[in-house]
């Protein structure tokens, strides 16, 4: 696909061309991967003036975002990406892999720093989530301060910089200028800017700006940081589709590959019908969402991949609400069980006072099945973001749960996330939905081509 740059990604590709830090504040649907992309593309091929990028991200995000990012744009294919992910001889294969990005999750970082030492390879550092790295006394913050004098260029991908206050702000600029805007040390910041908010007569809990503080702080980081939000940019569609890829793990994906295997050669694709799709598509979906039930509606637990992908998602989001839509009963149980020690404020949608609560911000969670929530209800005041956990066949269904969310009354530019397995069913269902077309006639299409598949991989 051919990249047409908005005005705004043109104009943040170049801030990242042209300066040595930079905090990108986005929002989400707003592309900072390509314009990331195309900037770390241009620095290496046609400027050279960078050698080796490393992209820290979280561990779902690492495995597939930005590779299939790359995959999707004509004009990043000469760009190699190397994982670095798994156990640590398979991390060590993949650094030593020749590659112009080297992607590894968070939780690694104080073990790459070790790993290197003084020898640090990497002249361009991107952080992805980068209200992550927020935490002053967090291993990963100190690992990556420890290497920051041998960064020649870095970038910091978020966009909720601050969601618990603007004392999240140091650590992130420290990383960025070293201490240069805001003070070598939290507590000068915290005392320059800040005053005791919340306290007992021991122990303050929370600080808040000084009267002119927050204005100091946005002038002080203003040229080393690019904000945006989405509802600023009336280029920007007023509904974004992001579709955000579920990588399995060796066991996961074994498990998939058997279960599905199993299931489809039980079945003729020249025979069948509207009732055996249905079927097997729903167990298909299952499969892709974690687990299944067996004969006895028991539910038994497959893999853990989207639901990992899920609360990595939630986390990005730094507590912005959320709308979710689950397809299955034990999606939504499981959903729920991860969720419990989030501190999130999670409500299944049932009564009018759930649509009451969430339309007041009352609400950081919605869980709804989208039959439930597909028609009368009116949820444009709560939020703007919209999470498929689990997709189906219904592109009625699906418009209309959209419709929630993207309505007249809705202040703030929509974002649908679908999360989908790659190589799974779940991809075979986004395409159906995006192209509107008889979704019946492609989920029989879709069968009949992994029916096929399976046949001949069996055969073969």
Not at 88 to 103: C, E, G, H, S
Not at 105 to 120: A, D, G
Not at 129 to 137: I, L, M, R
Not at 322 to 332: E, I
Request: glycine letters at 6%.
């Amino acid at each position: 696909m051919r990249f047409k740059p908005h005005s705004y990604q043109r104009y943040c590709i170049n801030r990242v061309l042209t300066s040595p830090a930079l905090g990108l504040l986005l929002d989400m649907g707003l592309g900072k991967t390509v314009i990331t992309l195309t900037a770390v593309n241009d620095l290496k091929y046609n400027r050279f003036a960078i050698n080796k990028v490393l992209v820290i991200a979280p561990k779902k995000v690492a495995e597939g975002t930005w590779a299939n990012e790359r995959d999707k744009w004509d004009h990043l294919k000469l760009l190699r990406i190397s994982t670095v992910l798994g156990s640590q001889v398979k991390r060590i294969r993949a650094l030593n892999t020749p590659a112009d990005i080297y992607i590894i999750n968070r939780e690694n970082i104080p073990w790459l720093v070790e790993y290197y030492r003084n020898s640090w390879p990497f002249d361009m550092v991107i952080v992805d989530e980068f209200s992550s790295f927020k935490n002053h006394k967090a291993k990963r913050f100190k690992a990556l301060s420890n290497v920051r004098p041998h960064i020649k260029r870095i970038v910091g991908l978020t966009g909720t910089p601050a969601p618990n206050g603007l004392l999240d702000l140091w650590a992130q600029v420290y990383l960025l200028d070293g201490g240069q805007r805001l003070g070598k040390h939290i507590t000068g910041f915290r005392e320059r800017y800040f005053e005791p908010d919340q306290r007992s007569r021991d122990r303050i809990f929370s600080y808040a700006p000084k009267d002119g503080g927050e204005e100091a702080i946005q002038r002080l980081i203003g040229d080393i940081c690019v904000s945006m939000n989405a509802k600023d940019y009336l280029e920007l569609p007023d509904i974004t589709y992001n579709t955000v890829p579920v990588i399995l793990d060796s066991k996961g994906q074994a498990a998939y590959e058997k279960l599905e295997k199993e299931m489809l050669l039980e079945v003729d694709e020249s025979t069948i019908d509207a009732g055996s799709a249905a079927v097997l598509s729903n167990k298909l979906l299952q499969l892709c969402n974690g687990a299944v039930y067996d004969e006895d509606r028991n539910i038994v637990q497959i893999h853990n991949a989207k639901l990992e992908a899920f609360m990595e998602l939630i986390e990005a989001l730094n507590r912005k609400p959320a709308l979710v839509f689950y397809n299955f009963q034990h999606d939504k149980f499981r959903i729920q069980k991860a969720l419990e020690k989030s501190g999130l404020r999670v409500r299944e949608l049932k009564t009018p006072q759930d649509q009451d609560d969430w339309n007041n911000r009352e609400i950081d969670i919605l869980l709804a099945h989208p039959a439930s929530a597909a028609y009368g209800l009116n949820l444009q005041q709560g939020g703007n973001h919209v999470i498929w956990f689990g997709l189906n066949w219904n592109l009625e269904l699906y418009q209309q749960a959209n419709k929630r969310l993207h309505r007249q009354g809705q202040t703030e530019k929509v974002i649908i996330h679908h999360l989908a397995v790659s190589g799974g069913l779940d991809e075979d269902v986004a395409v159906a939905l995006n192209d509107k077309a008889n979704t019946q006639e492609q989920l029989m299409s879709a069968l009949k081509a992994r029916i096929e598949k399976a046949q001949d991989d069996s055969n073969s």
